[in-house]
Structure formats: C-alpha cells, structure tokens
C-alpha cells in the first residue's frame, strides 16, 4: 500500500461544476502539499498545509490531521484548471507524493 | 526574482553514458532537492542538498549522486545510464531544509530520454 492515496485517479467534468480531490496518507507528517502539473512538466505549488483550511482564489484546500485525511476543491471549474494535481507529504525530511489526479475540465 | 532553472531541458542520451543535470535556485535558497518521475512510479525523492551537504536520500542505485555548490546551485549526475533511467527530472528549493512547513519551488524539469 502506498503511504500518500489519492482518488479519484482521472476525473472528467463540464465547466463550471464543483471539483474535489482527496488524499489518504498513512505516515506522520508536518505538512501537506498540494501541486498543480501542466503539461510539458512544470510544477505549481498550490498550497501548503499543516492544519485547517485554505483558499486562494477558487481552489481551497483542507485537512483532517487526525483522519490523515486532505481535500483539494475547485469551484467554478474552467478549462484552464486541467492539470494534474498532485498530494504530497513531508514525512522525514523528504518529499512523498501520491500518484496523482489528472483533471480534464471540458468547456 | 527568478524562478528555479534547470538546464538542460531536454536531453539524450544512450544506455551506459552518465549525465549531469545542473539546477539554479531561487536567489537566497540555500535548499535544493532533486525528484525523478516516471509513468509507472510517478514522483520519487532522490536526495536533498542544504548549505553543501546532502542531508537525506531517497531509495536509488549509487549511480544517482550529487552535490551542491557554494552559490548553492546544484548539480546531479547519473552514471552507467540505463533504460529505466529515462525521466522527467525536477529539483525544487526552499529557503530552509526539507522538514519544515514551507513551499517547494519547482523547475521546469529536464526530460531525460535515454535510447
């Protein structure tokens, strides 16, 4: 079993419906990240996350320390939101990553 | 300010030649962390470099090694090339070592083909 989860694995949907991507992570952490991925590979950090909750614009994120538990949600979904998202967590000292959500938003 | 460059961006190479990635971080960050992705394994930790030392590995062959450099610019190496070793390849920075509550600051990546 992998230590970060995240479901669904492909996710279609019509512009402007209410996105949500959620994270599983079994290990200890200090922090949650969430990251956005273009095509041609570059990487976005969205947010940042020890406890609580987040926003910033339409996208915000949430977590559930005691659960090991993390939504990302994106309201009024526009194509430009289609990217992969991608859960990571700091475990001991590094970087795990879940296997990623491509999202695909069709106008 | 300028964003983290890798360079360089697209790369080929055969099967047994070794290659040097080079990162430049963000001015003032002296945390540079490296990351393979691949379709089957997706992201993968390979090491960190803080203030010239290496302070954590991921789980990869010795041929993967690195180092980092006074301006902290970095650098990784990958010897005796093999198939499997075809990736993209990103480094991120930080202002303090990886374990604290702080972003990640990605570059492009070097997409890494090996024939």
């Known amino acids: 079993k992998n230590e970060v989860e995240q479901s669904p694995q492909n996710l279609t949907a019509q512009e402007g419906e209410f996105i949500t991507i959620n994270c599983s992570y079994s290990v200890g952490i200090s922090a949650l990240h969430w990251l956005q991925q273009h095509p041609g590979g570059g990487i976005v950090s969205l947010f940042m996350l020890s406890s609580g909750k987040k926003k910033h614009g339409r996208l915000i994120a949430t977590i559930n320390i005691q659960e090991k538990h993390s939504s990302l949600h994106i309201t009024a979904s526009h194509p430009r939101d289609s990217a992969v998202y991608i859960c990571a967590v700091m475990g001991a000292q590094k970087l795990v990553f879940g296997q990623g959500t491509r999202l695909t938003i069709n106008p | 300010k300028a964003g983290v460059t890798q360079t360089p961006r697209y790369l080929i190479k055969t099967r047994g030649q070794q290659v040097t990635l080079s990162c430049s971080p963000i001015?003032?960050?002296?945390?540079v962390s490296w990351y393979q992705q691949t379709p089957g394994q997706g992201l993968q930790f390979l090491f960190e470099?803080?203030?010239?030392?290496?302070?954590n590995k991921g789980n990869f062959p010795g041929r993967f090694s690195g180092r980092q450099f006074s301006n902290s610019r970095s650098e990784m190496n990958v010897s005796t090339l093999e198939l499997g070793d075809s990736a993209l390849y990103l480094c991120?920075?930080?202002?303090?070592?990886?374990?604290?509550?702080?972003?990640?600051?990605f570059g492009d990546g070097t997409r890494l083909s090996i024939l």
């Open positions: 991120a920075s930080s202002l303090r070592p990886l374990g604290g509550n702080q972003p990640q600051h």
């Open positions: 001015s003032g960050h002296r945390s």
């Open positions: 470099y803080f203030s010239e030392t290496q302070r």
